[in-house]
Each structure stands twice: as C-alpha cells, then as structure tokens.
C-alpha cells in the first residue's frame, strides 16, 4: 500500500512537471505574444531581460524534467551513474543558469516589491539547498544529501505550484488580481516547503530515532 501511494505520488508529481515542461516550450518559439510575456510591455525587448528570461526557462525545463527521475530508487541503487549524471544536469542547472536568472527576474516580477522580495528568498534558498544536496554528497553523508534534495526540488517544483494557484485563486472570484499576484508570489514556495519538510520528518524518523539511540548509548 505504502509502495502504491509512493507511485501515484511520483506519477502525480511527473505529470505535473511535464505539463509545465509542455507549456513552457512554446516560448521556444521566441515569438513576443505568448502568454507571460504579453503582459511584459516593451520589457521583452530589454537587453538584460530578454536573454535573462530564456536562460531562465530553458535551465527550468530541464530541471524540471530530469528533477523527478533523481528520486526513482532502482536508478540511484541499480545506476548510479545515470543518477548521477542527472543530479549534475539537475543540480548545476540550478546553480549556474535557473537560480542567478530567476534573482535577477525577481526585480522585474509583477506585484512590485512584496513580489521581488518573494522571489529573491525564494531564489537565495533555491540555490542554498541545492549547495547543501552536492556538498553533503560530496562529504558521502546520503541520508543528508537526500533531504536537501528533495528541498531544492519542493523549490523548483514552486514554478508549478504558481502555475495551479494563480487561476485557482482567479476563478474564486473573490480575490483582486494585485492580491493572487503578490500572495502567490509566496505561497507557490512556502507550501511546498511545509509540505516536503513534514514529508521528509516521517520519511526520515525512523534514522532520526535510530541516532538518538546512539548518541544515549554514548
């Protein structure tokens, strides 16, 4: 039962993460009429906004996309060099293009400085957790390594969470449009925090009781 419930999760998450995939692509197209960017005004044509913003989304669909696979068990027991190729695409993907794009977007964001002020810690904690997954790896500490995994991911899987929010909140109808911009600025990362850091406690309690009886012992 536990197993089926780990599937539907991982299906569920997949799905998701592949339909932001497929949204996100038309702007590959580079065309300066699609969706997000109609709102943008002549921002879409800045020399720093423009290349910042498709760094960002071409970084992010590949994060997005190899992100769910770095949590599948039989390629991290059964191929650890696959998983780790696809830690290095997921993780300095991250680090190099997503995150330092997504900090300088944050200045541009709608909602003004309330909004900004979202995206930058969420972006400054995008970065920090992805930091601690390699240097915990690094230091060959796994069940570590494996929690800031699965915070980073919560983050990157905040591009999502917006995505559901923002026409949830609308169709409410009972929400200004100033409101849903700036609240889900901030919900879109905080409750996949809250969300993943209660799921890694019951995931994780079982070492947490086996290290606590250690440390009695000593």
Do not use: C
């Not at 569920?12 to 692509?25: D, E, H």
């Not at 590949?62 to 997921?90: D, M, S, W």
């Not at 917006?162 to 929400?175: D, E, G, Y």
């Amino acid at each position: 039962m536990i197993q089926i419930s780990k599937n539907i999760a991982w299906l569920t998450m997949t799905f998701f993460a592949i339909l932001l995939f497929y949204i996100t692509a038309q702007y590959l197209s580079f065309k300066p009429d699609i969706n997000f960017l109609l709102v943008k005004g002549d921002l879409i044509f800045d020399p720093i906004w423009r290349p910042t913003f498709y760094i960002h989304v071409i970084s992010g669909m590949a994060i997005i996309l190899v992100g769910p696979f770095q949590f599948i068990e039989k390629i991290r027991n059964k191929n650890l060099k696959l998983h780790k190729a696809i830690g290095k695409i997921y993780a300095y993907g991250i680090l190099l293009f997503a995150a330092p794009t997504g900090l300088i977007m944050a200045f541009y964001a709608e909602g003004g400085q309330s909004s900004t002020i979202a995206f930058l810690i969420m972006g400054g904690l995008w970065f920090y957790t992805t930091i601690m997954a390699i240097i915990r790896v690094k230091q060959r500490n796994i069940i570590e390594h494996q929690k800031w995994m699965y915070r980073s991911f919560a983050l990157s899987f905040a591009a999502v969470t917006l995505r559901i929010l923002v026409p949830a909140m609308s169709f409410a109808n009972t929400f200004s449009e100033d409101f849903v911009i700036v609240s889900t600025a901030w919900l879109s990362w905080i409750i996949n925090l809250l969300f993943i850091e209660i799921f890694i406690y019951f995931k994780f309690k079982k070492n947490l009781s086996i290290n606590k009886s250690q440390k009695s012992e000593i």
